[in-house]
């Protein structure tokens, strides 16, 4: 039978209708049309039922499609509009594409111990280490830890503490602390090494190191003072001068270089590679994947084959070793030599404005109304110049020179959360500065800037509204 006029289910809304409407919009391209259009005549089909009412089909097919796509994490995505590449709280360096696929692929079981041909154990992380080598001077030995930090303490626990000569000779002008409180000197004491101070904070000499080598002596460490810059009345000691003296006291001299970088980058002249530490005759270098390297969390022990086996067959080697999914999207991080964190680095200034330009534009045209009319943004977005920043400990000489849009500052906060009604909105955190929230354009992509746009107009409406 038809429904009559005093039929209700002549009040359910039509799918088209639904379709059209800004959320259902928002949520079809997250996840689809398909699912969508899928939600609303499920929704509708309760209607019609008499389950629901026609005036909750709309709500109770988003309360579908948000039930459907809750996530089991607690973690958020979010735009970095700070400007600071690798920013430490926003975890360091992002996936590229390939490594993302590369770590979903190694989440269940795959072959990283296992020989298939032959069925039985492989060497762990085989092909990780092959692209490692591929990428570092022939011959060099390599070691993945779990992060930079275990991989300085792994050295130190195998080459000074296990071989009962304990003696870390290290500069005083290099004992750093990494960040949140952790020091250098701390990590290398808790391994039960003892620490060989010389020189002073601003001055050390290769006098100052040979004086100190003795039986004693584990190794000499050299730690890239990543996180601040000595300048003035300063000295210290290049891995080309160290070497020859630590060869012929058979002293391994470890070269901790913090960035990752396995070749030199132009852009950053003071910041220490892996081919060319080694290359000046380092024994070992260490290093973190997450920073300039572009990769995964992790840390890389690089060198000498003979010390890295050493350091390789330390009981501790196995409290640090990492996962298959870190495995994976380290190797090709590797094989794919531009990284998001390259990428960013090294936009040109023109492209930056471009951006900028673009994300003002966005947001003013997110204003116009269906009619062509201009509604002008309540609050005046403007385009303007930003320095950015390397972050993660790494080049803090270097200024990244950048555009950004800029907003009052109140709106940093809404931006940050989100809107909880609508999980379509992405969470973008910009950098406040002088009185307002800019919005840095350079760790965002292209792709990014109408999510951006639609965030910032949220923003702005519900502040209209007092939302
Ligand atoms: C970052 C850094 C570390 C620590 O590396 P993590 O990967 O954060 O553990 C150690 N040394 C230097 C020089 C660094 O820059």
């Not at 990543?226 to 060869?247: D, I, K, M």
Request: proline share 7%; charged share 25%.
């Amino acid at each position: 039978m038809p429904p009559t006029d005093a039929d209700p289910r002549r009040h359910i809304p039509r799918t088209d209708a639904l379709l059209a409407a800004p959320e259902f919009v928002h949520a079809a391209r997250k996840w689809g049309r398909g699912p969508v259009k899928a939600a609303i005549q499920g929704a509708q089909e309760a209607a019609r039922d008499g389950r629901i009412g026609p005036g909750e089909v709309a709500d109770t097919a988003m309360h579908e499609l948000l039930t459907r796509h809750r996530v089991a994490t607690t973690l958020r995505p979010v735009l970095n509009a700070t400007g600071v590449v690798l920013h430490t709280n926003l975890g360091r360096a992002p996936l590229s594409r390939a490594a993302r696929e590369a770590l979903t692929l190694a989440a269940g079981y795959c072959d990283v111990e296992f020989d298939l041909t032959e069925g039985r154990r492989a060497r762990r992380g085989r092909g990780t280490l092959s692209a490692l080598a591929q990428r570092l001077p022939e011959g060099t030995g390599a070691l993945v830890v779990n992060n930079g930090a275990a991989a300085i303490a792994l050295v130190v626990a195998a080459l000074a503490v296990a071989d009962a000569r304990p003696e870390v000779v290290v500069s005083r002008g290099e004992l750093v602390e990494i960040g949140d409180g952790f020091r250098i000197p701390d990590l290398l004491g808790s391994t039960g090494a003892r620490l060989y101070e010389v020189g002073t904070t601003n001055r050390t000499s290769l006098r100052d190191y040979t004086a100190a080598l003795g039986p004693a002596t584990g190794c000499v460490l050299k730690v890239h003072p990543s996180n601040f810059r000595v300048t003035g009345f300063t000295r210290s000691v290049p891995v080309g001068a160290l070497a020859p003296e630590c060869t012929n006291r058979e002293v391994p001299l470890v070269v901790d270089i913090g960035g990752g970088l396995l070749g030199p980058d132009p852009l950053l002249p003071d910041e220490p590679d892996a081919t060319t530490t080694l290359r000046q005759g380092a024994s070992l270098v260490t290093a973190s994947c997450d920073k300039l390297l572009g990769g995964p969390q992790g840390g890389l022990v690089l060198g000498d084959p003979e010390l890295v086996e050493r350091v390789r067959r330390h009981p501790l080697a196995r409290a640090m070793r990492v996962d298959k999914t870190t495995l994976a999207a380290l190797e090709a991080t590797l094989r794919h030599e531009v990284t998001p964190t390259a990428k960013a680095l090294h936009l040109r200034k023109k492209e930056l404005r471009a951006r900028a330009e673009r994300l003002a534009a966005l947001i003013a045209g997110e204003f116009t109304g269906a009619d062509g009319h201009e509604a002008q943004p309540a609050v005046p977005v403007e385009v303007v110049r930003s320095a950015g920043a390397v972050g993660g400990g790494c080049a803090p000489g270097v200024k990244l020179p950048g555009w950004a849009v800029a907003l009052p500052e109140h709106l940093a906060r809404p931006l940050r959360t989100g809107d909880p009604n609508d999980p379509g909105l992405p969470r973008v955190v910009g950098r406040i500065e002088g009185g307002r929230v800019l919005l840095d354009v350079r760790c965002l992509t292209r792709k990014d800037l109408p999510k951006v746009a639609a965030a910032v107009c949220a923003a702005l409406r519900a502040d209209v509204t007092g939302g």
